[in-house]
């Protein structure tokens, strides 16, 4: 196994974002989801090492407010769709152009929200994402602010337990973190029409936090759904999911 190579780049406003970077070939760009880190998501249980195995060149950056990537507590740091300027702003200094791109959970709906914003990745995965996580922020959103808000008062039984664990584990900041939940944007259905590049949608099969993965797959123009084993917390640590970004971006 061949470690990750760090390196910093200047996001939206000059936010100071880490990526790292895993295998050379063709350039895929993978966004974490919320509270963890590309080291989480993509590196630790090998999914990233499966994909560079394969021939890619694994781009993952840390969201700003999260991993090794800056953590401003300025609101002027957090304006709408924040996360889809940092990632275009990744792809233009890179010099990406023929491209994979994928996501999890608030990956996705950031990397859905950057192909509607003009992104043109050749396919596109979308992990531990339903149709309903896509045009339901708000109320997803209101579940973390309670939990951040409440952070110090919640004990084991609480529903917020499990996200105050993970926000302790990946000590995550929270006062930047709750300006950057109020950054993110609904996307509606009708938007998912855009989205005309082969799709894989891949999801754990007792995962249903962002609602129905089988039907954002059939919302989407050419997408096809592929049900992985664990929960939203479970499935990013089985082989099975890098196994299915491989099959996908290889056919």
Known sequence: MIDARIETMPGYGGCQLAVHRLGSG?????????????QIN??????????????????????RA???????????????DVLVRD?????????????DMG????????AVRSV??????????????????LGNWARRSAFFIDAIDRYDEIKHGDPAFISKSFMKSQKVDRVAARLLLASVDDTSAEDLAAVTMPTL??????????GSAPALAQALPDARYVEIPGTHMSSVTQAALGEAMVAFLNA
């Not at 063709?26 to 590309?38: D, E, N, V, Y």
């Not at 509607?116 to 996580?133: D, H, S, T, Y």
């Open 116 to 133: 509607l914003a003009g992104l043109g990745p050749r396919k596109l995965i979308l992990g531990g994402m339903g149709i309903e996580g």
């Open 26 to 38: 063709r350039p895929l760009l993978l966004l974490h989801g919320l509270f963890s880190s590309a």
């Open 42 to 63: 993509w590196i630790k249980f090998g999914t990233a090492q499966k994909l560079a195995d394969a021939g890619f060149e694994v781009i993952m950056p840390d969201l």
């Open 66 to 80: 999260h991993g090794q990537s800056e953590a401003p507590h300025d609101a002027a740091a957090y304006p709408a």
């Open 103 to 110: 996501g999890f959970s608030l990956g996705s709906r950031t």
């Open 87 to 99: 990632a275009l702003a990744v792809v233009e200094q890179l010099g990406l152009t023929d491209f």
């Open 201 to 210: 949608v891949v999801c754990g099969a007792d995962d249903d936090d962002n």
